[in-house]
């Protein structure tokens, strides 16, 4: 049976593809529209296919296919239609928690999978390997996608695969920023985290490290560098800013996380670049060599620069040159008809900001994937609306004397008013015009956090001057809650 399709064009360009065929107007109900989907009928499709589920395909097993796969779910259009194809041995996971409760030393009850397999992070059930089988998900492990054909929609693997798909999320999200071989990048003892297989790599270093030093002053560096107290090594964080995670932290707040560092021991070369990583006459690592001439010794680096977009072989898709990522609208569809981009490999429009961006953080992947696979299922088109959300939890192993966990949503722009001294808690608002634009809370209790969107999405008037006249984080929370309900 041959399948019709007519292309209706959109204000944006794009193209909505809708299929004509009776059989598929039984299939799918009157409110389903199958936005920028162009479904292959299994009557027409041979052998020659490796997936036997065809009409979604996602390609990347992280966070983002993790909560599409629920979503397909959620909505009835999981079983025998969709697959995902992941490089990893494993099952969509939190990835997050790699850099944090992973790589606690075994006496200090660390985070294994299948524990934090998506989607405990949001609060939703556990999606295992037999999750996945037992609702029709046909997923394609340690089988990288490495050739696409947009025309005849198909993909092809590493292995040789070919893989047909009607819809095609990517979900590819990012790799890690990594340093030349010819400086020492590929040395044994340093170490890049992004999936499993290199946190257990880490992990058997640091059960025989003495010494550890970690590049980056950012999220890898600090959540890192907590961890690595827990195994009671040196620790030497290196980074060429003047203070820790600078595209957030104000310099205060910065100020104080690390003299709560230097007091677990951990010591800071700031302002300081890389000349290369020395290898020792085994063929490891043993120092971090720094423009200046100096040497840190290390058995053990950890290289936490940054990362970088995963477009892979769907680099002939539209491009943001400015911000990196696959350009997508407020829908996440992309410019090509069928093809969608989620979570941190996507460059979506920022509406409450009226900006575009890209956001490399779990809490974005988890949000894309759903509001992605929403509008691809159902009539849903309201136009993505994320609030900026990052936190960090470190310290939090067994025995710490202080377990630290903040979050932060909003903008970091404008002014800023510091509440607090730390121990317990401390407060940062940001401030524009008179409006509060950010605000980050250290030690917060729940209700507290579930304050702090409220306040960032309303953007109230403040008292700039009253705000920083308050006692304590709990008055100055008092403060910004009333001007919001004025």
């Known amino acids: 049976m041959a399948l019709a399709s007519t292309t209706l064009p959109t204000k944006s360009g794009l193209s909505l593809w809708c299929p004509s065929s009776p059989s598929l107007a039984r299939r799918f109900p009157a409110r389903f529209s199958p936005i920028g989907s162009r479904i292959a009928s299994r009557s027409l499709v041979t052998a020659s296919f490796a997936n036997e589920n065809r009409e979604f395909v996602i390609v990347g097993g992280g966070n983002a296919a993790g909560y599409a796969a629920r979503t397909f779910v959620e909505n009835g259009m999981a079983d025998g239609r969709l697959c995902i194809v992941t490089k990893e041995a494993y099952a969509p996971y939190e990835r997050p928690a790699l850099t944090k409760a992973y790589l606690f030393p075994p006496e200090k009850k660390p985070a294994r999978l299948p524990g934090f397999h998506t989607c405990v992070g949001g609060g939703g059930e556990r999606q295992t390997p037999d999750w996945y089988k037992e609702k029709g998900i046909e997923v394609i492990y340690e089988d990288p996608v490495a050739g696409a054909d947009f025309e005849k929609q198909t993909l092809t693997t590493d292995a040789g695969k070919q893989l047909k798909y009607g819809s095609l999320i990517i979900a590819t999200g990012c790799t890690a920023s990594r340093f030349p071989d010819k400086i020492g990048g590929h040395l044994p003892g340093v170490h890049y985290i992004r999936e499993v297989a290199d946190a257990d790599s880490l992990i058997a270093s640091l059960g025989k490290a003495k010494k550890i030093v970690i590049v980056g002053g950012g999220y890898i560096g600090m959540e890192v560098a907590a961890a690595a107290v827990a195994w009671n090594l040196d620790t030497t964080i290196v980074f060429p800013e003047d203070q820790l995670l600078q595209r957030l932290f104000t310099p205060s707040l910065a100020q104080k996380y690390e003299e709560l560092y230097r007091q677990n021991g951990v010591k800071f070369v700031k302002g300081a670049s890389i ?50 990522g696959i350009q997508v609208d407020g829908l996440f569809r992309t410019s090509t008809p069928g093809i969608f981009a989620i979570g ?28 992605c696979v929403k509008s691809l299922l ?46 317990p808690k401390i407060a940062t608002f940001w401030i524009e015009s008179g409006r509060l634009k950010g605000v980050l809370v250290e030690s917060g209790s729940p209700e507290e956090f579930q304050l702090l969107p409220k306040l960032a999405r309303s953007q109230p008037l403040v008292d700039k001057a009253k705000l920083a006249s308050a006692s304590s984080v709990e008055e100055a929370l008092e403060i910004a809650q009333a001007a919001l309900q004025s």
Do not use: C
């Not at 941190?344 to 894309?368: C, G, N, Q, W």
């Not at 900026?388 to 002014?415: I, L």
């Open 378 to 423: 159902t009539a849903h088109t309201d136009t993505y609306d994320y609030l900026p959300y990052f936190y960090s939890r470190v310290f939090e192993y067994e025995g710490s004397p202080r377990k630290v966990w903040w979050q932060f949503f909003g903008d970091n722009v404008g002014e800023t008013v510091e509440v607090g001294n730390f121990d």
């Open 275 to 324: 000349n290369n990583l020395e290898a020792g006459s085994d063929g490891r690592v043993s120092a971090v060599k720094l423009a200046d001439g100096s040497t840190i010794e290390a058995d053990t680096v950890v290289i936490g620069i940054g990362a970088k977009p995963a477009i892979g072989p769907f680099e002939t898709l539209a491009m943001n040159k400015s911000i990196g």
């Open 344 to 371: 941190d490999v996507a460059a979506f429009p920022l509406k409450i900001y009226d900006r575009m961006t890209r956001v490399e953080h779990v809490d974005h992947a988890r949000r894309s994937a759903q509001h």
